[in-house]
């Protein structure tokens, strides 16, 4: 009869082997691992440790004011190398090897906002949207002289490190889809890729974002409108639903002034209310953004075109400076 369990005498498997087999055996095992280690070690120098930087040429930008923050990975071409037995390459860049990015220096600081960075295609991280969208940066290591190109891929997989702020007014007049992307010639040159570092990360959208929104409305004021409208003679009104309006009237409460077209920001910060502005006071001129789905129906004015005075918290009157550029909802403005 045929045993279901392996006689202890058999050998290997059930194999009967002699002593000198098991000795040549060992000996074949031996060579073999040696064999193995020496073809790693001569892989290991003809293989290049990290793939070779790619100079890539945009033809999009990703539009908006962008944060990027430290532990997002940079790499010195757009794909993330593949790891083989021989080796695991490594083309990443460490945050503290950064002195310049795109010209600014980064001066310790752990993020910095680049607007409208310019995209390049390369390995698809992410099997969804835009996976191979890759931002490209130039960026001066400590120690070196040149810049070199860096790539940051900009998908699902990075968007914890990567967070849109806004469009900060870059948005108007383009066919910016929902992704943000748009053709990188529609833009002028120094609109493309400008990087700023923040003094305090934890409040750098409500510092550097209404200086933005400001920047680029100034410019419409003297005359560069693109898409939005120049309103004029306008007054603030109650409004609302019919139960609203009348509410608003009967309490006489004031309308809000922003510093920045929105209630938040893309990373959740608050926007600031600097101040709120009477029922019935006349606004000279104001700036309407076009009506799309990238824009809050927010006007910019002036605060020298406000005639009459803001509100504090605690309803004391407050004169604005003069230079200023504010964010009304268009919802509290009527023409006159």
Do not use: C
């Not at 058999?10 to 280690?37: D, H, K, N, T, W």
């Not at 600014?104 to 390049?120: C, D, H, K, M, R």
């Not at 005639?307 to 009157?317: F, H, K």
């Amino acid at each position: 009869m045929v045993g279901t369990e392996r006689d202890s005498d058999s050998g290997f498997l059930g194999v009967r082997l002699s002593r000198r087999q098991l000795l040549f055996g060992g000996v074949a095992v031996a060579a073999g691992a040696l064999s193995y280690r020496a073809g790693e070690e001569i892989a290991s120098r003809l293989l290049v440790d990290t793939p070779e930087a790619h100079d890539l040429e945009p033809r999009l930008v990703k539009v908006g004011v962008w944060a990027v923050s430290m532990g997002i990975n940079i790499r010195t071409s757009p794909r993330i190398p593949d790891k083989t037995r021989f080796r695991k390459p490594d083309n990443r860049l460490k945050w503290e090897e950064i002195e310049t990015i795109n010209g600014a220096y980064l001066e310790g600081q752990s993020a910095f906002l680049i607007i409208n960075p310019p995209i390049v295609e390369g390995q698809d991280t992410y099997r969804g949207r835009h996976g191979a969208d890759w931002i490209k940066l130039w960026i001066k290591k400590r120690g070196e002289v040149e810049s070199q190109p860096y790539y940051i891929n900009s998908s699902r997989q990075t968007e914890e490190l990567l967070i849109w702020l806004g469009y900060a007014g870059y948005a108007e007049g383009y066919r910016a889809d929902f992704e943000f992307l748009e053709y990188i010639e529609h833009f002028p040159r120094e609109d493309i890729g400008r990087v700023i570092v923040p003094e305090n990360p934890q409040t750098m959208a409500r510092d550097i974002m209404p200086k933005l929104w400001a920047e680029r409305m100034r410019r419409k004021f003297d005359g560069e409108l693109g898409e939005h409208k120049l309103l004029t003679s306008l007054r603030v009104i109650a409004a609302g639903s019919e139960e609203e309006a009348r509410e608003m009237l009967k309490l006489k409460t004031p309308v809000n002034v922003r510093e920045y077209p929105s209630f938040w920001y893309g990373n959740n910060e608050p926007v600031n209310i600097v101040g709120r502005i009477p029922q019935g006071t006349f606004i000279d001129i104001a700036l309407a953004p076009p009506h799309d789905g990238f824009h809050n129906r927010f006007a910019a004015v002036r605060s020298e075109d406000i005639r009459g005075e803001l509100l504090d918290d605690q309803n004391s009157s407050l004169s604005p400076p003069a230079g200023e550029i504010y964010a009304i909802d268009l919802l509290y403005l009527s023409t006159v």
